[in-house]
């Protein structure tokens, strides 16, 4: 009903776009973490499939698992599931009315209906956004048996509270019904996403069923994916001016920059849409990919958080402007350029001259602590793999220690409590860099918050001490010069 109200209406020139598609499905994917990224991503590609007629019958449905999805969970469903997305490049704005999410489900205190669902043989993709903690790994990349959530999610496999649980459960029922394995398709910044979200799997079952465990790696796919498309956090006075502007009350608004990629490994287990026809990469080599763009520019905006921060800026687009981070950026992405091989057709300097352009979009007004957010397991993905082939080829660590550095220095800065900086690791590593820095000694904090070997952490460990003695007599900008 509300949207012929849109139309003939256009935004910087271009007209409003909204579904034109029946919006019944009967091939399903269900989404486990309705956050503001997969709304710019996977239900995009998903709408223009659906738009253009190669789609027909598939619809997304929502699984929100925390408490934090509700309102959206709530917004999208007095909306039919219907929602905005502005795409901008900084100088215009295209809007499109997305139609892909057909049903959502809160799975935050009563799973069962998730599990039910996913179970359902008109399901054939789960596909995650849940972050990188989500998948409740250890250091080593294995299932952390100790995490709070796996310990409950074993001792009450019924009512979940992880990722891992609630899957393994609606698994364990779509088996025990006779069902088909399923596609499980991680696009999360993780490193080997879909291997990651595999061991998590199996590690879970087989702590609980050793033949569940085996029915899930010989029937499901779990395929590696490479995600890029930088997804602002929600800014209610920008929704605000959006709404006024569209004449139409949106509740669940996304704002993305128009920049959209999407990298997957053609390996699923009872079909998938036609993704290549939105401009979706389907190849075997989704990990040269992927570290590509987790270490440039997952590291890259890790790289600038901590010094833009403590440096007073709020904004992505403000620290770039500031000449001494800009070039911080470029000696960081250097560094790590080096360690990689790049994927066949990709210019490795025009991919970092691009990064430089897209954190620059002021009009996405990204935050530079919605960047350092889980750091410790950001780093983790980002940092670590250059850090150990430069260790491994006996190349200098210097830069990437700078980086550790710079983290450590602002976690020692912050209250107690962490204040506004999110991270599940905080409490333990603010007062190991408080300690640190104190003390210009690293040891227990880089063993913490890296998963090293011995001889790593002393290498690390050497650059960084000398690096934390520079802070704090010289200050930040003694480190960022190249
Ligand atoms: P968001 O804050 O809007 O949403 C995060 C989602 O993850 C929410 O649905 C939340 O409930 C869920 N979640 C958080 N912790 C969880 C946990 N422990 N278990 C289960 N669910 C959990 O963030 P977003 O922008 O949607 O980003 C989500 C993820 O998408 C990122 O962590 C990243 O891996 C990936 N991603 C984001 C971007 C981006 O620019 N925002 C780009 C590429 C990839």
Same mark, same amino acid.
């Given at each position: 009903?509300?949207?012929? $109200?849109?139309?003939?209406?256009?935004?910087?020139?271009?007209?409003?776009?909204?579904?034109?598609?029946?919006?019944?499905?009967?091939? /399903?994917?269900?989404?486990?973490?309705?956050?503001?990224?997969? /709304?710019?991503?996977?239900?995009?590609?998903?709408?223009?499939?659906?738009?253009?007629?190669?789609?027909?019958?598939?619809?997304?449905?929502?699984?929100?698992? /925390?408490?934090?999805?509700? %309102?959206?969970?709530?917004?999208?469903?007095?909306?039919?599931?219907?929602?905005?997305?502005?795409?901008?490049?900084?100088?215009? *704005? $295209?809007?499109?009315?997305?139609? @892909?999410?057909?049903?959502?489900?809160?799975?935050?205190?009563?799973?069962?209906?998730?599990?039910?669902?996913?179970?359902?043989?008109?399901?054939?993709?789960?596909?995650?956004?849940?972050?990188?903690?989500?998948?409740?790994?250890?250091? !080593?990349?294995?299932?952390?048996?100790?995490?709070?959530?796996?310990?409950?999610?074993?001792?009450?496999?019924?009512? %979940?509270?992880?990722?891992?649980?609630?899957?393994?459960?609606?698994?364990?029922?779509?088996?025990?019904?006779?069902?088909?394995?399923?596609?499980?398709?991680?696009?999360? #910044?993780?490193?080997? #996403?879909?291997? /990651?979200?595999?061991?998590?799997?199996?590690?879970?079952?087989?702590?609980?069923?050793?033949?569940?465990?085996?029915?899930?790696?010989?029937?499901?796919?779990?395929?590696?994916?490479?995600?890029?498309?930088?997804?602002?956090?929600?800014?209610?006075?920008?929704? $605000?001016?959006?709404?006024?502007?569209?004449?139409?009350?949106?509740?669940?608004?996304?704002?993305?920059?128009?920049?959209?990629?999407?990298?997957?490994?053609?390996?699923?287990?009872?079909?998938?849409?036609?993704?290549?026809?939105?401009?979706?990469?389907?190849?075997?080599?989704?990990?040269?990919?992927?570290?590509?763009?987790?270490?440039?520019? #997952?590291?890259?905006?890790?790289?600038?958080?901590?010094?833009?921060?403590?440096?007073?800026?709020?904004?992505?687009?403000?620290?770039?402007?500031?000449?001494?981070?800009?070039?911080?950026?470029?000696?960081?992405?250097?560094?790590?350029?080096?360690?990689?091989?790049?994927?066949?057709?990709?210019?490795?300097?025009?991919?970092?001259?691009?990064?430089?352009?897209?954190?620059? !979009?002021?009009?996405?007004?990204?935050?530079?602590?919605?960047?350092?957010?889980? @750091? @410790?397991?950001?780093? *983790?993905?980002?940092?670590?793999?250059?850090?150990?082939?430069?260790?491994?080829?006996?190349?200098?660590?210097?830069?990437?220690?700078?980086?550790?550095?710079?983290?450590?220095?602002?976690?020692?800065?912050?209250?107690?409590?962490?204040?506004?900086? $999110?991270?599940?690791?905080?409490?333990?590593?603010?007062?190991?860099?408080?300690?640190?820095?104190?003390?210009?000694?690293?040891?227990?904090?880089?063993?913490?918050?890296?998963?090293?070997?011995?001889?790593?952490?002393?290498?690390?460990?050497?650059?960084?001490?000398?690096?934390?003695?520079?802070?704090?007599?010289?200050?930040?900008?003694?480190?960022?010069? %190249?």
């Amino acid at each position: 009903a509300t949207l012929p $109200r849109l139309a003939g209406r256009s935004i910087d020139g271009a007209p409003i776009e909204w579904p034109h598609y029946p919006r019944r499905f009967d091939r /399903r994917i269900c989404h486990l973490g309705i956050g503001r990224f997969h /709304r710019a991503h996977q239900a995009r590609v998903l709408h223009t499939l659906l738009q253009q007629g190669d789609a027909e019958g598939w619809g997304l449905c929502a699984i929100g698992l /925390r408490g934090q999805d509700r %309102p959206t969970l709530d917004a999208l469903r007095a909306q039919d599931g219907l929602y905005s997305l502005t795409e901008t490049d900084g100088a215009s *704005r $295209r809007i499109r009315v997305i139609g @892909s999410i057909m049903q959502c489900i809160d799975a935050s205190s009563d799973a069962s209906e998730a599990i039910a669902t996913i179970a359902d043989a008109t399901t054939r993709i789960v596909s995650l956004t849940i972050t990188e903690a989500g998948y409740c790994l250890d250091a !080593n990349g294995r299932l952390d048996l100790r995490h709070a959530d796996i310990a409950h999610d074993l001792a009450d496999a019924a009512s %979940p509270r992880s990722a891992p649980g609630l899957l393994v459960r609606a698994l364990e029922l779509r088996r025990r019904i006779g069902g088909h394995g399923l596609t499980l398709m991680s696009c999360d #910044n993780l490193i080997d #996403n879909g291997k /990651r979200l595999r061991t998590a799997l199996v590690d879970l079952a087989r702590a609980r069923d050793p033949a569940l465990a085996q029915w899930i790696d010989a029937h499901c796919r779990f395929p590696c994916s490479m995600v890029d498309r930088i997804t602002p956090g929600a800014d209610p006075e920008r929704e $605000r001016a959006l709404c006024e502007e569209l004449g139409v009350h949106d509740a669940a608004p996304v704002l993305c920059e128009n920049w959209l990629q999407w990298v997957v490994e053609d390996d699923f287990a009872d079909g998938r849409p036609a993704f290549e026809r939105a401009g979706v990469v389907l190849c075997d080599d989704v990990p040269a990919h992927e570290r590509l763009k987790v270490g440039l520019l #997952n590291g890259g905006h890790s790289a600038i958080a901590h010094i833009g921060l403590l440096r007073g800026h709020r904004g992505v687009h403000e620290a770039m402007a500031d000449p001494l981070i800009a070039g911080w950026l470029a000696t960081y992405l250097h560094c790590v350029a080096e360690t990689l091989d790049a994927p066949p057709g990709i210019d490795v300097d025009d991919y970092c001259a691009s990064l430089t352009r897209r954190f620059g !979009n002021a009009a996405l007004d990204d935050t530079l602590l919605r960047l350092a957010e889980d @750091s @410790s397991a950001k780093f *983790r993905q980002t940092l670590l793999p250059p850090l150990r082939q430069r260790i491994a080829r006996g190349m200098s660590v210097d830069v990437l220690a700078r980086a550790v550095a710079l983290w450590l220095h602002y976690l020692a800065r912050l209250p107690a409590d962490g204040g506004d900086y $999110r991270d599940v690791a905080a409490a333990a590593l603010v007062p190991l860099a408080r300690a640190a820095e104190g003390s210009s000694e690293s040891w227990a904090f880089v063993r913490t918050a890296l998963a090293l070997t011995e001889h790593e952490a002393a290498v690390v460990c050497a650059a960084v001490d000398g690096h934390l003695h520079v802070l704090t007599q010289s200050g930040v900008a003694a480190l960022a010069t %190249p």
